[in-house]
Each structure stands twice: as structure tokens, then as C-alpha cells.
């Protein structure tokens, strides 16, 4: 991790309070440590207490802020404890990241509901909990910035990720009609979406029915480091962005979605994910 001795003073992020969730690896873990570099209380929450224990105390080394906390975001009441437990400690809450999420990648006929249930879980009722936590707080406050992880997944269509692009349009639906009620509460909302990037989530995630090592493989594009997302993401939270679209091909993908005929997007999409269908395991 790279020094955070030296703060960035002007920073719109110095001084503030910022919960993230996942905050242990991947993008979660890059975004602490960058608000740290700038300023920033970070609170780093996951479901491995212990790892966000250590990454915050390895911030703290590094001369910033931040505190580690374990926290599953399946349960609303831990996550309110959460919250409660910032504000008392720190005064207040300035952002909320709804980083969490977790994937489970495989034909739709090949998923059972519990993994169904499962993404929707962490992916969507995660965000909810957070939101139903933090948002009284902010409007208290009159300000604040709720920013929730979705992906380009929750942009386009992703056949072969079914349950996790439902989760995903589910949270810019979230985010994008909160954000229209929150404004003239003081408070502002803003959703990320990622293409590709370097995160556990690519080699940890659980893959049913894929080899996971021929998909990887088949990959067109290199993952984006999960620094650079981070940046990415705090170069749009500062502009206020309402959607804040993560790496060319996903802006590219994005656009081509908005711009070509239904028909032809769908083809693409089909296209696409026949490459990934050649990795399917046929139960014998």
C-alpha cells in the first residue's frame, strides 16, 4: 500500500466521514485507502472482520484514519449498529460506499434459488440495508453522499450472469430514483458501474457449471487495477455524478447499448456469451 503521510488538505474529502462496505479487498479496499491519502475517516466493514481490521490498521501506519469493523450487510440491524456507532463516534457521516457484492457466474437453468437468493442478498438487500441505515442520518445532517456499487452488468445484458445483472439494475434503478427524491433533502446518491476490474470477485467468485480457468482465459480485455477504479470512482463522486461508468469498454459498451437498435444489442450479447457457453460442464 502506498504511503498516506502526506494529505491531501484541499481535498473535498478531508475531514469527512466515509463507511465502506467490503471494504477489506478489491475496489472497497482501494477507495479506504484513498480517502485516507486525502483526508478522509474511513471505516472499513466486511464480512471478514479480521481482514478489515488489518487493512485499517495498516492505514493507520500509514498516517490516515480509519477503523476496521466486521459486518455481514445481510443483516439490517448490524448494519444501523454500524452507523449508530459511527455518528456517536465521530459526529456524523458524510459518505456511504455500498461496495459489498458478491457474483456467482452460470447459465440461469443451472442456478438453484438459493443462489438466486443469495446474490439478491448481499447485492441488492445489502444496498437497501445501507441505505435504510445512513439516509435518515444524512437527511438529518442535510447533507451526504450515498454511493452504491452496482456494475455494468446492472447497464446491459449479461447472459451468464442473470442473477447478478438483475441485482445490479436493481441498484441503478435504487440509486438513480433516490437520487431524484434525495436532492432537495441535501443529500446526493451516485452509482458506480465497473467493467472489468482487478478484484477477488474475478477469481473467488463461485462458477456453476464453467470451467473457470477457460473463461478467465477467454477474457478479450485485461482487468483494471482496483486503484485505478478507485480513482475512477472519487473523480466522479467529487463532480457529483449520477452514474459513474468505469473503464473504456464499459463506456463504450454503455454507449453502443444507448445507441443501437434493441435487436442488434441483444445479438451482441448472445454473441458474446456463446464464447463462454463452450466452457459449460454437461452433467453426464
Avoid at 502506498?2 to 484541499?10: E, K, P
Avoid at 441505505?131 to 455494468?152: D, E, F, R
Avoid at 441503478?172 to 431524484?180: E, H, K, N, W, Y
Wanted: proline letters at 3%.
Amino acid at each position: 500500500m502506498s504511503s498516506i503521510s502526506i494529505v491531501d488538505t484541499m481535498s473535498v474529502f478531508n475531514g469527512r466521514v466515509a463507511i465502506i462496505t467490503g471494504g477489506a479487498s478489491g475496489i472497497g479496499r482501494a477507495l479506504a485507502e484513498a480517502l485516507a491519502r486525502e483526508g478522509a475517516e474511513v471505516v472499513l466493514a466486511d464480512l471478514r472482520g479480521e481482514r478489515a481490521l488489518e487493512v485499517a490498521a495498516e492505514i493507520v501506519k500509514s498516517g490516515g484514519r480509519a477503523r476496521g469493523a466486521a459486518l455481514d450487510v445481510c443483516d439490517a440491524a448490524a448494519f444501523a449498529a454500524l452507523v449508530a456507532a459511527t455518528v456517536a463516534e465521530s459526529g456524523r457521516l458524510d459518505y456511504l460506499f455500498n461496495n459489498a457484492g458478491i457474483a456467482i457466474t452460470g447459465e440461469a437453468r443451472d442456478m438453484t434459488l438459493d443462489d438466486w437468493n443469495r446474490v439478491l442478498a448481499v447485492n441488492l438487500h445489502g444496498v437497501v440495508h445501507g441505505v435504510a441505515a445512513a439516509y435518515p442520518v444524512m437527511i438529518a445532517q442535510k447533507s451526504g453522499h450515498i454511493v452504491n456499487t452496482a456494475s455494468l452488468a446492472g447497464l446491459t445484458a449479461h447472459p451468464g450472469l442473470v442473477a447478478y445483472a438483475a441485482s445490479k439494475h436493481a441498484v441503478v434503478g435504487l440509486s438513480t430514483s433516490l437520487r431524484a427524491e434525495a436532492a432537495d433533502l441535501g443529500v446526493r446518491v451516485s452509482v458506480v458501474c465497473p467493467g472489468l476490474i482487478d478484484t477477488p470477485i474475478i477469481t473467488d467468485s463461485r462458477f456453476v457449471n464453467l470451467d473457470r480457468e477457460g473463461v478467465l482465459a477467454d477474457l478479450p480485455f485485461a482487468a483494471l487495477p482496483a486503484a485505478e477504479c478507485a480513482q475512477a470512482i472519487l473523480r466522479g463522486v467529487r463532480r457529483n455524478r449520477p452514474v459513474i461508468v468505469v473503464t473504456w469498454v464499459a463506456k463504450l459498451t454503455w454507449l453502443l447499448q444507448r445507441l443501437l437498435p434493441s435487436r442488434l444489442t441483444a445479438w451482441i450479447a448472445r454473441a458474446v456469451h456463446r464464447r463462454v457457453r463452450r466452457h459449460r460442464r454437461v452433467a453426464t
